[in-house]
């Protein structure tokens, strides 16, 4: 297995290109199945759960070509199957994004029960409430969930999300697009991500309004054609080099942000003393302006502080001056990374899902173990300031949500290797 070897290093300085947003491309990915021509999605990841996206799509029926660079083409003249395969599901929660799409084009859609992971149980009660609110009639065996529409096809309704779930809200989205009539989505998610898909869709012909708020309206159309789509820059990778930044005191340049999708990281880093240059597509982090300070941060759906940037945002408070405290409210598990960084010599207690965290730790280098993709950035981050060396192992969990992770720290003069164990 491979491993990252992670060297204090000094202030990070330079610039770094954000790439496309993992969870923006993997919906606008399952969205293709919705249309009959040709879609084009540009500034595609190169990320493991973006191959594995393409492997199930293509089981599915889809032909998709990398016709250069970051450009996916992708054309479901017919669907083939209606059944995801259980090896990619096991592999990839995100593949229960197919259902949505499937049920609306084909009335039909067998997946196997994405199972939880680190962070979480993470159900999928709100994606099926929301698909026999169209009308499907759900089997749910041991190990899978089948949905086929009643003979008269979907018919819209207005259905309440007990959570503003973000995979619920683009699999319902993605269910109601052919459906009679209109659907509403109340309490939807309001993410970026969601956005960025209802573009998409509304590029191939639906008819979607009040994405980005917590009322989605779906009218049913007939069909979907052809779009071209460029994916959102990724925020939370962006947060991520934002953090890295600050935790070692460097002046970075982040370039292809948008500065709106990440209004809580910089407000809170602005309150910790990190100066922080916002322009239309980039900014300017400067950690090495003077003494940092603590700050309480609480995770909440969009627009509150992101769940995913929790972890590496910890990681930067053992090193400020005074104690923080971190809520957790999205996940029931979020906190694997505390025991990691405490191997390192960080001071956190965790009652439930609050965080005490002590500052100004003397981290050290030592052997750690990435839990989920969040937590492993976050280990990088301390080991990035850690005395001596950090050995982190199970850096699939990493390698599957950040293009060119080594490669873009290096460039920032982080001393980072991968090598295989
Ligand atoms: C998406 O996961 C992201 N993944 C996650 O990013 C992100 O952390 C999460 O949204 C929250 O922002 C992708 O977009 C591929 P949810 P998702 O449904 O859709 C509960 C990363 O690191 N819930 O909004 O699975 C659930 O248990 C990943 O990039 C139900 O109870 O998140 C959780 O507690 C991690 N029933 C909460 O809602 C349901 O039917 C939020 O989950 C669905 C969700």
């Given at each position: 297995m491979a491993k990252y070897i992670v060297k204090q290093s000094g202030p990070l300085k330079g610039e770094v290109h954000i790439s496309g947003a993992k969870n923006a491309v993997l919906p606008l990915m399952a969205a293709?199945?919705?249309?009959e021509e040709k879609c084009v999605i540009r500034d595609?990841?190169?990320l493991r759960d973006v191959a594995l996206m393409k492997e199930l799509l293509s089981s599915l029926g889809s032909k998709i070509e990398e016709t250069e660079e970051h450009v996916l083409s992708i054309n479901t003249e017919d669907i083939v199957s209606t059944e995801a395969d259980f090896e990619i599901v096991n592999k990839m929660?995100?593949?229960?994004?197919v259902m949505g799409p499937l049920l609306a084009r084909k009335g039909r859609a067998r997946v196997p029960h994405p199972g939880g992971c680190a962070i979480g149980a993470r159900p999928i009660d709100l994606h099926l409430k929301g698909f026999e609110a169209l009308g499907a009639i759900l089997t749910v065996g041991d190990d899978y969930v089948e949905a086929v529409a009643g003979g008269q096809g979907l018919v819209g309704d207005t259905i309440y999300l007990d959570f503003p779930s973000v995979g619920a809200t683009e699999n319902i989205m993605m269910a109601a697009v052919f459906a009679e009539g209109t659907t509403y989505i109340e309490n939807a998610a309001e993410e970026p991500e969601i956005v960025d898909l209802a573009n998409f869709m509304n590029k191939m012909g639906a008819k979607i309004?009040?994405?980005?708020?917590d009322t989605i309206k779906i009218e049913g159309v007939k069909s979907l054609g052809s779009a071209n789509h460029t994916v959102i820059p990724d925020r939370i990778e962006a947060g991520t080099f934002m953090l890295a930044a600050a935790i070692t005191r460097g002046n970075v340049h982040i370039n292809n942000v948008l500065p709106d999708h990440l209004k809580p990281v910089i407000a809170k880093l602005r309150e910790c003393g990190v100066r922080i240059e916002v322009g239309d597509e980039d900014m300017i982090v400067r950690g090495n302006l003077g003494p940092q300070y603590a700050t309480d941060i609480k995770t909440l759906p969009y627009p509150g502080f992101p769940t995913d940037i929790q972890s590496p945002f910890m990681a930067y408070l053992t090193t400020v001056e005074g104690s923080s405290t971190v809520i957790e409210t999205?996940?029931?598990?979020?906190?694997?990374h505390v025991s990691q960084l405490g191997k390192m010599g960080a001071i956190i207690e965790t009652a439930g899902n609050k965080a005490s965290v002590k500052g100004n730790a003397k981290l050290r280098g030592c052997q750690v173990m990435a839990t989920d993709l969040r937590a492993g950035a976050a280990l990088v981050l301390a080991g990035l300031v850690a005395e001596g060396t950090t050995e982190i192992s199970e850096i699939y969990h990493i390698e599957r949500g950040y293009e060119y992770f080594i490669e873009k720290f290096a460039a920032l003069g982080a001393e980072i290797e991968r090598v295989e164990d």
């Open positions: 293709t199945l919705l249309s595609v990841p190169h929660r995100a593949s229960i994004l309004k009040g994405a980005g708020t999205v996940f029931e598990n979020r906190f694997m």
